[in-house]
C-alpha cells in the first residue's frame, strides 16, 4: 500500500516492471508460438499495460470521473491510491481494498487463471510431442482452456482496479478470442475430420459440463488450438 505521504501516481518504473513482471510470467506459460498465439497474446499484454499505466502512472479514469465523483463522494482524496480501487470507494465499502472480498477474490481468479495456463500448455506441449489431440487436464473440461484462462486473469484484473479504458478492452478482448477459437476449430475439422467433431461433441469450448468432469473425452489427434 502506497504510504500517505508518498505519490500515488506518475510510478512509472512501477508501471513497467508490474507490466513485465505479468507479461513475462503469461508468456512462460502461453509460450506463443502461431501468429495468431501472437496476435491473442499482445492483446492480452496491451490489456495489462493500460491496467498498470492507470494503476501506477497516469488515472485517466479517475480524472475523467473526478466531477461526478466528488459530488457524490465528498472528503474522498480521489487522488490517492487506495480511492483508486473504485468498486469499494462507490460502494461506501469501509474496509482496507487490498484486504477486501473483491480483493482477495481478483487475487484468488488471477492465480486461477494462471494455473489454468500453465495447466493447458503442460497437456498440449504432450499432445504435440506425442502427435494426439490434447484431451489431458483441462483440455478434458474445454476445448479453449487457454483463452479461458486469459479471460479469467483480466477479470480478476477488472475486479481488483476498473478502469474505462480495460472495461472496454475486456469485452473487445473477449469477443477476439471467440473468435479465434472458432476459427481454430475449424482448421482441425479440416485437418481431422470426424476425430474432432467427436471431440466437439464431447467437450464444451469454454464452460465445462459438470456432469464430464469426472470423464474425458476419446483420445484422438488434434492440431494445436488455445
Not at 483480466?154 to 473468435?179: A, D
Amino acid at each position: 500500500m502506497t504510504p500517505d505521504n508518498a505519490p500515488a501516481y506518475g510510478l512509472w518504473g512501477l508501471v513497467v516492471v508490474n507490466s513485465l513482471v505479468f507479461i513475462i510470467f503469461a508468456f512462460s506459460f502461453a509460450r506463443p508460438q502461431t501468429r495468431r498465439d501472437w496476435r491473442s497474446f499482445s492483446a492480452f499484454s496491451a490489456f495489462l499495460v493500460a491496467l498498470f499505466t492507470e494503476m501506477y502512472g497516469f488515472p485517466l479514469t479517475i480524472y475523467l470521473l473526478l466531477p461526478w465523483l466528488t459530488r457524490h463522494f465528498p472528503g474522498v482524496d480521489f487522488l490517492s491510491h487506495d480511492a483508486g480501487h473504485l468498486f469499494e470507494t462507490v460502494t461506501g465499502i469501509q474496509v482496507n481494498p487490498h484486504f477486501g472480498a473483491l480483493h482477495i477474490a481478483s487475487d484468488l481468479l488471477i492465480v486461477l487463471g494462471f494455473m489454468l495456463l500453465a495447466s493447458a500448455w503442460d497437456g498440449l506441449y504432450k499432445a504435440q510431442r506425442a502427435h494426439t489431440l490434447a484431451t489431458a487436464g483441462p483440455y478434458a473440461k474445454v476445448r479453449h482452456p487457454q483463452y479461458v484462462g486469459f479471460v479469467i486473469i483480466m477479470f480478476g484484473f477488472l475486479l481488483q482496479w476498473p478502469t474505462i479504458v480495460t472495461l472496454i478492452l475486456f469485452p473487445i478482448l473477449v469477443g477476439m478470442y471467440v473468435h479465434l477459437a472458432r476459427v481454430e476449430e475449424h482448421e482441425s475439422i479440416a485437418a481431422f475430420g470426424d476425430t474432432y467433431r467427436r471431440y466437439v461433441k464431447e467437450v464444451p469450448s469454454f464452460f465445462p459440463r459438470f456432469r464430464h468432469l469426472s470423464g474425458s473425452p476419446d483420445k484422438v489427434g488434434r492440431e494445436r488450438h488455445g
